[in-house]
Structure formats: structure tokens, C-alpha cells
T-cell receptor, first 117, second 106 residues
Framework: GAVVSQHPSRVICKSGTSVKIECRSL??????MFWYRQFPKQSLMLMAT?????????EQGVEKDKFLINHASLTLSTLTVTSAHPEDSSFYIC?????????????FGPGTRLTVL | KNEVEQSPQNLTAQEGEFITINCSYS?????LHWLQQHPGGGIVSLFM???GKKKHGRLIATINIQEKHSSLHITASHPRDSAVYIC????????FGQGTTLQVKP
């Protein structure tokens, strides 16, 4: 079946630094990828939709200058958290839609746990 | 009120019990997803439904489009079913319920 990977799986950084998270579709092409954030004990929230070859679409309340998204190829989207602060500490997950058995479904990456000190 | 509501929030069951998790939504959808999230955080898509019923092993998902309601059933539950189960309404993007934490005791 389709596989989505994320790198790194876990990152700890100092406040003020930038962190890049990669999301790759390993055996299928994804013109669209989604980025989510999950705080402890809460459900996922969509941050932005990443579109290959064009600008990402951000959800209300998500700062596009803070969370930079680049979808440079059909298999790779990156999320860069710029000037990270402790309140950015969260679990970041990506997903990509793919056809499976004739049905469009979502494949999720394993997630990246970001801790900002 | 959230656009996607799940119940119960927490559920504890004995091994072998039949389990039902409910999901109600107030938005127009093209499909509804049921997801499973294990303690490490990884998410697996269990079902995507636009009508009727789907079955995979011990898992059954149903949806009633008119009533805007879906259920996930687990038959003969097992401790390895312990996880957070999330329903998500597909409206062009996914809107998630708050999740149901299931613990199945041996």
C-alpha cells in the first residue's frame, strides 16, 4: 500500500531557531499534501494544504510567514517552523491522498514531535 | 459546537466485548474517515465511507447520510485494539472529531 514518511521523527531545538520537517510520498505521486498539528490530548487540526508547484493554502489563524511550506516535487513537501517558540511545541503530521482500490483515501505520515526549549 | 462530534470521549471495555463509537457531523461531506491513532502518534486510515457500510476484519463502519451520523463497531475486542479512534469529515479538507480513547482490558 501507499506509504508516507516524515523526517525527522523527533526534534528538540532552542527557541528562535528554525526547524524543517519533510513529508515524502514513497511510492506514489502527490500533487497535494496536508499538514496538521496536534497538541497533547487534542485532536488534529489542519494547518495548511500544500500544492505542488504553487503556493500553499493556509487555514485561518495559521501564520504563513511562520510556517513556510514548500512543495517542490510530486513526492516531497516541507514545513519549516521559523523562529520557533515553546508554544510551537507540538506533534506535526502530514497526509497525502492516493487512490487505493479505486477509492481516494488519505495516507498519513508517522508524525514529527517538535519540542522547543 | 464542533462540526464533528464523537462519543464517548473515553471508553474502557473488557476483552471480547462489542464496542461502538459514534460520530455526528453538521457539515456537508463527500466522505467520512475513521482513523486509528496509537500511543506513538502514528495514524492509520481504517475506513473511508460515503454511504452504507464497510467491513474489514473485526471492524465495521456505517454511515447514515440523512442523519449525518456514522458509527465504528469493533467485534470481539482485544487489548491490541486500544488506541484513539478519530472520525474525520471530508469536505475537501478533513475536519476531525476530538477522538475516542479506547482501552480494552484483558
Amino acid at each position: 500500500g501507499a506509504v508516507v514518511s516524515q523526517h525527522p521523527s523527533r526534534v528538540i531545538c532552542k527557541s528562535g531557531t528554525s526547524v524543517k520537517i519533510e513529508c515524502r510520498s514513497l511510492d506514489f505521486q502527490a500533487t497535494t499534501m496536508f499538514w496538521y498539528r496536534q497538541f497533547p490530548k487534542q485532536s488534529l487540526m489542519l494547518m495548511a494544504t500544500s500544492n505542488e508547484g504553487s503556493k500553499a493554502t493556509y487555514e485561518q489563524g495559521v501564520e504563513k510567514d511562520k510556517f513556510l511550506i514548500n512543495h517542490a516535487s510530486l513526492t516531497l513537501s516541507t514545513l519549516t517552523v521559523t523562529s520557533a517558540h515553546p508554544e510551537d511545541s507540538s506533534f506535526y503530521i502530514c497526509s497525502a491522498p492516493a487512490l487505493a482500490g479505486g477509492t481516494d483515501t488519505q495516507y498519513f505520515g508517522p508524525g514529527t514531535r517538535l519540542t522547543v526549549l | 459546537k464542533n462540526e464533528v462530534e464523537q462519543s464517548p470521549q473515553n471508553l474502557t471495555a473488557q476483552e471480547g466485548e462489542f464496542i461502538t463509537i459514534n460520530c455526528s457531523y453538521s457539515v456537508g461531506i463527500s466522505a467520512l474517515h475513521w482513523l486509528q491513532q496509537h500511543p506513538g502518534g502514528g495514524i492509520v486510515s481504517l475506513f473511508m465511507l460515503s454511504s452504507g457500510k464497510k467491513k474489514h476484519g473485526r471492524l465495521i463502519a456505517t454511515i447514515n447520510i440523512q442523519e449525518k451520523h456514522s458509527s465504528l463497531h469493533i467485534t470481539a475486542s482485544h487489548p491490541r485494539d486500544s488506541a484513539v479512534y478519530i472520525c474525520a469529515a471530508h469536505t475537501g479538507k478533513l475536519i476531525f472529531g476530538q477522538g475516542t480513547t479506547l482501552q480494552v482490558k484483558p
